[in-house]
Structure formats: C-alpha cells, structure tokens
C-alpha cells in the first residue's frame, strides 16, 4: 500500500510569506514530492475553517497552512487567529475520526525556501504512513447506506 | 372561498414539537380551520397509510413534516407525502437539518443499538436479542419494524422540498406568518414565495440581537451556563458563555435571547455559509482572550486555550450535523 499510494494534499499559503517560499523552493530547485496543490490566499486568516472541511470532505488526504512567521503577518494580526482556528479545527477533525496530524500548520517566510521543501516532505511522508483518509474510503466505496434522495415530479 | 385546501403534519424521527408548535397558534387555529382541512396527521387524526396511499397524486395542498429521516417509516412516510402533496415544507430544525436526532452520526447504528439493548445500566438481556425487520409469531402473524439507518439524514436529502423553515420548534410568530403565506396563496391575493428558506432573515441574529452591542468582544474564560448568574443586558460572548448569534440565521425574533439563555444554533447557517460549525468556529476563536503578546505564546499554549471548549463536535453542530461538509464521524 504504502508503496503505491499517492495522496492528495492540498497546501493554503499566504502570498506574502509561504508562498514566496515556496517559490523560491522551486526556483533553487529543491526536490519536493509532487503530491500536493497549492493554494494562494492573501493571508493565512483567509483560510476559512469550511474550505479546509470542505477539502476534507472532496477526498483530501491531509491539509497544510502555511502562512508568516508570528510576529510577522503581513496584515499584522491575521496568523494568529489562523493559528488559533487551526487549534481548535484539530480537536474538532479529532472528534470526527480523523487523525489530527492530517492538518497541518507552518510558519514560512519569503526566504526560507529549504524549510518550505523540508516541511513539505515531512508532511507528504507523514499522510502516506497514514493512508488514504477514511472520508475518501468513504466516497470511494460510495457506502451511504439508508435513504437515498428521489426526484418526484409534482 | 370554495373547497378547504387540506394539510398533513407528517412525522419523521421527531419529538412532536413541530405538532405542538401549530398548536401554539391557539386563536388563530381558527383561522387556520376555516381554510384548512387536516388529513394526514397522526398524533391529531385517525388516519392509516393506505387512506393516504389512496389519495390523488398531490391532493394534499401542504404538508408539514417535522423529525430527521433515520429509519425506514420516516423515508417512506417522506416519499409517501411528497408524492401526496403539491407544497413539501421541512418543518423545523430536524427535518431542515437533521437536528439534535441527526447527533447520531457521531456514532453507528450497531453501536446504538449495543447502548440501547446491552450497554445501559437497566438493561437486561441476557440473549442479546435485537430489534428485527420481520418476525413471524408462534401463530404464523407477521409483524414488521422500520429498518433503522446508518446515517441520519435532512428531509431534502431524501425528497424534494420546497421551503424550510428552521428553528426548534418553529416559533407562534413564524407560524402566524406561514398561516397568512397560505391564507394569501388560497384566497389568491398572493402567489407562493420562491422555493427554499423562508420566514427567515438573511442576516445573523446578532443583528437583530436586543442586547447592548459591545464596540469589542472579548472573551476572558469559557464559562457554563448553569454555573454562570447571567446580566440580561451584556453580549453574551463577552460574559465567556458560547452564544451562536455570530453564525446563526435571524428570524426567530431572539426568542432564548430574551429569556437570558444563548442562542444554541437551531435556526441553522445564513446562506452564505456552508458549514454552520465551522462558521462559529472562526468567530469564537477570534475571541478568546489570551495572556500577553500573542507573538511570544508557544503553540501548544493555544491549542491548551482551545482545549477548553469542551466537545467542540457537539456545540457546534449541535442542530446541523447531517447538513454539515463532514456529514459524520468516520474511522481512521
């Protein structure tokens, strides 16, 4: 299994910092997995705690964040309340049966290209030990069980 | 006026307060039962399903069904109705959502039914008997029970519906409203509104909060309701007790507000939203107070703030979780 799969992973960054890193990770050529999308918002607060879900329940395989170093938001305060979403966004996936390594959150800066690639890695190796998400098993196998909706024309 | 239109108050996995909530219209029943004739209605009338399965297709002018779609009847009784009926209405937080009885999801059927035949502290069932489909008396009489599902669902996850209408229960004051909706339709003055959510603002309820609006709100502890004496004029998030005005639906005319209690959620998300939990979500955090600069606090200190919350699941999908992105509690 673990030779075969692939995960799906899909990366929120800021333009202002993880994004800039990431782009100078690829522009000094630095090896990273291909298994994952990138994202750009203007700032890691823009992540709404639904789109993350929202990705979740499309099939993703792990969810990163990846925003400005504390202290350094481009909008002075944003990544704070990202991380505090983050936080308690964790807890709740916990509470429903996801592991909570499964989202992940980063602190990048414009220049930190090598950091960009390590965390990218590790995070890539991390959701493939942990498989497929079981909510993509779950879309896969098509497994809903009871009532299925049927169109009546009235 | 020629012909009484006639109305169904069907019930799914409910507890019949979407009943009694048009009960509540009291003086105004009149008003209702001079247009309206109940027919389907199984707490008020006597009525069996082949009388229904014997009616035209669409006889039935309106229906109101209330209770989440969790076992078989409830499916049936939905697809039944809205074949019977021209006007589906989800009636009420359940059916709308799936409601307090859509918290199953957290868990599955099996484990249900452990708790309920073996695991309580009363029960006693030695043979592990379980509730089945269809059992053939010593006598050769065969009865029948609804099969129980898997997943709770909302009423538009199994049929078409026209309006939905939240809250739980639906208030007097949503229930005059609707009454004058049909009145207005029957006497002609008026045609139907648009299909989906009515008798509802589009805004949140802290817009129409009666409450002092703080200029900031701050929450300095996470506070219980039960342990906390509540002022009736202050916000309620800044006196630390989770209040769900920031992400809910307005149109209930802040009923729980008005009697010192927080908002819980039942009127669900605003249209803008997709996800009614993870929408309080992002507002609660954003206002948790922390000790000082937000800079020089370590990770693991905010995930310990954030651990207060307790059963964030349950909070804040507490009337939405069949309607939410997740829809339910999966198994790593």
């Not at chain 1, 203007?42 to 709404?48: E, H, Y």
């Not at chain 1, 030990?129 to 497994?143: C, D």
């Not at chain 2, 929408?279 to 609660?284: G, H, N, R, V, W």
């Not at chain 2, 000082?292 to 693991?300: F, K, L, N, V, W």
Request: glycine content about 8%.
């Amino acid at each position: 299994m673990r030779d075969t799969f692939k995960p799906k992973i899909v990366v929120f960054c800021c333009n202002w910092c993880a994004y800039a890193g990431g782009d100078l990770a690829g522009i000094s050529r630095y090896q990273i997995k291909p298994y994952f999308r990138v994202i750009r918002t203007m700032c890691s607060a823009r992540v709404d705690p639904e789109w993350i879900m929202e990705a979740f329940r499309l099939g993703a395989d792990g969810v990163m964040v990846a925003g400005c170093h504390p202290g350094d938001c481009h909008y002075i305060g944003g990544n704070y309340r990202t991380r505090r979403r983050v936080a308690m966004l964790r807890s709740l996936l916990k509470q429903f049966g996801l592991h909570s390594e499964r989202l992940g959150l980063a602190w990048i800066s414009a220049g930190e290209a090598e950091k960009f690639a390590k965390t990218m890695n590790s995070f890539i190796d991390r959701i493939t030990e942990l498989g497929p998400s079981p909510y993509r098993r779950k879309k896969a196998n098509n497994e809903t069980t009871g009532a299925k909706k049927e169109t009546v024309d009235v | 006026m020629s012909e009484k239109i006639k109305l169904a108050l069907a019930q799914g996995a409910t507890c019949s307060g979407g009943d009694i909530a048009v009960l509540d219209l009291d003086v105004e029943l009149l008003k209702l039962f001079e247009v309206v004739d109940l027919t389907f209605a199984p707490l008020a009338t006597d009525i069996k399903f082949k009388d229904v399965e014997a009616m035209q297709d669409g006889e039935i002018t309106i229906c109101l069904y209330h209770g989440a779609v969790r076992n078989s009847e409830n499916e049936h009784v939905a697809k039944l109705l809205r074949k019977k009926s021209k006007i589906m209405v989800a009636y009420g937080a359940c059916a709308a959502f799936g409601g307090i009885p859509g918290l199953a999801n957290v868990t599955t059927k099996n484990k249900i039914l452990d708790t309920v035949y073996n695991e309580t502290a009363t029960t006693v069932n030695p043979e592990h008997t379980r509730p089945q489909t269809k059992y053939v008396d010593p006598d050769g009489h065969e009865l029948e029970l609804p099969e129980l599902f898997e997943d709770v669902k909302a009423l538009d996850d199994v049929v078409d519906v026209d309006y939905i209408i939240g809250a739980c229960p639906p208030t007097r004051e949503m229930n005059v409203q609707l009454l004058q909706v049909i009145l207005d339709f029957v006497n002609g003055k008026a045609p139907l509104p648009p299909k989906g959510i009515i008798l509802a603002s589009e805004r949140t309820l802290c817009d129409e909060c009666p409450r002092k609006k703080p200029e900031k709100v701050i929450i300095d502890e996470i506070k219980s309701v039960d342990y906390t004496k509540l002022d009736p004029e202050k916000c309620f998030l800044e006196q630390g007790i989770m209040c769900f005005g920031p992400a809910t639906r307005a149109g209930c005319d802040s009923k729980c507000i008005k009697v010192n209690m927080p908002c819980r959620g039942c009127m669900g998300p605003t249209a803008a939203v997709l996800d009614h939990g993870g929408s309080m979500l992002s507002a609660f955090t954003s206002i948790l107070k922390v000790s000082g600069t937000e800079t020089e606090i370590p990770e693991e200190e905010i995930e310990k703030l954030m651990e207060k919350i307790r059963d964030p699941l349950g909070t804040l999908y507490r009337f939405t979780l069949p309607k939410s992105l997740l829809k339910r509690v999966v198994k790593e």
